[in-house]
């Protein structure tokens, strides 16, 4: 199946363009074009199997691309293909930005309540400050997701480190009922390798992947903000 993504390239202002570029891909080929930081891959890929698969292909694509006319102009830009149109049958499909499985997201309600604690711990706590950055790039970022969310683990792991001196995970686990076979089978197999810039070994992921581990890292970035919340003296970490 044709399929036709398009998106934008941040920031915007940048004006970034790009003459027709045909690709070669594994069962078919992609074209790119670029004008005014509107992007547009076309692919025709049999291997493809939906248009969300899609939109993951045309992300890589567009960033490789994109990437390459950054790093010849010493510029960074950022890519979002955000609309995946099914040439066959026309079907329209936006891609947003809150996951889900089965209906159910990461959304946690009520929200306000958490909203005010989490931004109010952010300002005096760098770690979940950190922490909640990583925790929001994983949300979108597919390549990324693992590294992200082990990034994110990790900063919560090192502010006990900061309390304590000692360089352990044994504290973080203690505090928040964590423990290290959970963390490593979720989030830190598939993170490895990639945070070690060995892309030929790391692990594929789907979306069932990912959704476990950006729940994990939900639930421990939850945690420690109901832990951190208990003592309302606590040292600020800026």
């Given amino acids: 199946m044709k ?53 993951i292909m045309a992300n890589d694509i567009a960033n490789i691309l994109i990437n390459a006319l950054g790093f010849s102009l010493g510029t960074g830009y950022r890519v979002e293909i955000s609309q995946v149109t099914e040439a066959d049958n026309n079907n329209v499909n936006v891609i947003g930005v809150k996951p889900s499985i089965e209906d159910q997201t990461l959304e946690i309600n009520p929200y306000i309540p958490i909203f005010n604690q989490s931004y109010k711990l952010s300002s005096k706590d760098i770690f979940f400050r950190l922490a909640l950055y990583d925790y929001s790039q994983a949300i979108t970022d597919v390549k990324d997701c693992a590294t992200y969310c082990y990034r994110a683990i990790e900063g919560i792991k090192s502010a006990f480190v900061f309390e304590t001196g000692k360089d352990r995970w044994d504290d973080m686990h203690q505090s928040l009922k964590t423990d290290k076979e959970t963390i490593k089978s979720i989030v830190q197999q598939y993170a490895d390798p990639a945070r070690h810039g060995n892309w030929v070994n790391a692990k594929p992921t789907n979306k069932f992947d990912r959704w476990k581990m950006l729940l994990l890292t939900r639930d421990i970035l939850i945690k420690y903000m109901n832990y951190a919340n208990k003592d309302d003296g606590s040292s600020e970490r800026e």
Avoid at 9 to 17: G, M
Wanted: one cysteine or more; charged letters at 20%; proline letters at 2%.
């Fill in 3 to 55: 399929y036709i993504c398009t998106g934008r390239i941040y920031p915007e202002r940048a004006n970034v363009n790009l003459s027709q570029i045909k690709l070669k891909l594994e069962k078919g080929t992609a074209v790119v074009s670029c004008g005014a930081s509107q992007i547009t891959v076309i692919l025709d890929e049999s291997s493809l199997d939906g248009y969300i698969s899609a939109q």
